[in-house]
């Protein structure tokens, strides 16, 4: 693996950025791309670099063509089109002239500190399909409704998906509003249409695609990690009571598809290589998988991923998030990265640059890992008490819920993703 890290990765490089040595995000080994209305941006510590505008300033002359047009437009979808050698490529150059004290008279202008930037959707969600593939979460989930017989006989065989909908992707900031639909309450005969009285986060990784596989044609197990262009944090909010009364036969539907935020900052693949660690071992006794999801030297990334709350009141007192949840996503896997992109293009699928595969929630071994109230609160039976004093079953109107992740490995920098953050408001 160490062959494929480049001086981008060097744990000693440092930017002549102000403030990004040590940044718990942004450090120069990070880069991650976002998008706001004067178009892509890299993060860099504190600062936004402007790639247009650090072109207008001369950087970029050895490029190329195919890379310099995917940086004109508003959307990263033309870079996520093209590949892992012009993904990489770009990383140099941004992270040389970032670690080069000769480029800061060029550059400085280009620089705009994050809070006073408009992040937007940074690529358009061509598709979005969303797995299944942290085993405590089905277990845990399973164990609810089937206590001697949580996990159904498919899932260590076959990776569990269902197609959601990008229209009602968002970003980060954006208010979710509390979604109504149909409930039947457990005594009740007929259901009711209304607000959702059970509404919920989930804590979930988003894939991000790059390339393209032509309809009929597969994604190999092998290759399938280079169709990664980069990862985001997201929170698939649901509505557990219209999901509970919706979902069979079919699987989620209006549950799930109101709106699902995730992070404006995509953290590439590229820049999580040196946090790469192998997927755990299957317990003894679980199938191998297929030979067509048998990926060689498969990789998860070791990611500590957060789940913080505030309640309206909260934030007029100016109190800290409260967290609550803090899991480890490579413990939490049955299932790679890798093998849900092979999987998913298994049939001759066609999977586009900006598809989103989200990994499901990401619950760990332990109650305090578990990814969504749902199983933080076992299904509302075990109340969390806030700071306030208020205890949540399922979040309430004016609850902020944020999500954070950082990348960590010995011997380097941590990198972070920024934070997905969405405030429920009433329906
Ligand atoms: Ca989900």
Redesign the pocket.
Known sequence: MSQDLDRSHDPERISWVPGTDGHPEFPIQNLPFGTSAEGIVVAIGDHALSLPGAIEAGWGTDLGAAITSALAGSSLNPLMALGPPEWRQLRLAVSDALADPAWQGRLAPSLTAIVDLSLTMPFGCRDYT???ASVHHATNVGSMFRPDNPLLPNYKWIPIGYH?RASTIVVSGTPIRRPSGQTRPPESEAPTFGPSRSLDY?L?LGIVIGGANPLGETVPAASAADRIFGVVLLN?W?ARDMQAWEYQPLG?FLA?NFA?TISPWVVTAEALRPYQVAMPLRPAGDPEPLPYLQVPGDRSWALELDVEVTTAAMREQEEPGFRISRGAFEEAMYWSPAQLVTHHASNGCALQPGDLL?T??ISGPRPESRGCLLERTWRGTEPLTLPDGTSRRFLEDGDEVTLRGHAHAPGRPPIGFGSCRGEVVGG
């Open positions: 969303d797995f299944y959601g989930e979930e698939d649901s989620p799930k699902s989200g499901g929630t």
